[in-house]
């Protein structure tokens, strides 16, 4: 595997994801794109987008939360599911059922 070079364009797209995904929620869809238009394999896609994701999707969690837009309930029910999702998560992996075909061929 090359070495990872970042662009300016590069970092264009991570500004434009950012607004985007700030503005609307849609996370990602900028750089899903930009992978797809770079032409990298399935697994370097996979470690930009995973990451990026978790890391969007944590702050806007302390965000609402900061806010006051999540009810101090909800916190609680998030923590007695999180042993189950991460069982699960860690047992089915997209790769399970996402072959190298129909990963390229998902939308977003």
């Known amino acids: 595997m090359a070495p990872f070079r970042l662009t300016g364009a590069d970092g264009i ?5 950012g607004m985007l995904g700030g503005a609307t929620g849609f996370a990602g869809i900028v750089l899903t794109i930009w992978c797809t238009l770079r032409g990298w394999p399935p697994p370097e896609q996979r470690a ?19 806010t006051g837009t999540i009810a101090p ?6 923590l007695i599911g999180l ?13 399970t059922f996402c072959t190298d075909f129909s990963f390229m061929r998902a939308p977003g």
């Open 13 to 17: 797209v991570g500004t434009l994801n």
């Open 48 to 66: 930009v987008f995973q990451p990026v994701g978790v890391f969007v999707f944590l702050l806007t969690a302390l965000f609402l939360g900061g």
């Open 73 to 78: 309930g909800t916190g609680s029910l998030f």
């Open 83 to 95: 042993p189950a999702m991460a069982l699960v998560s860690n047992d089915l992996s997209l790769e």
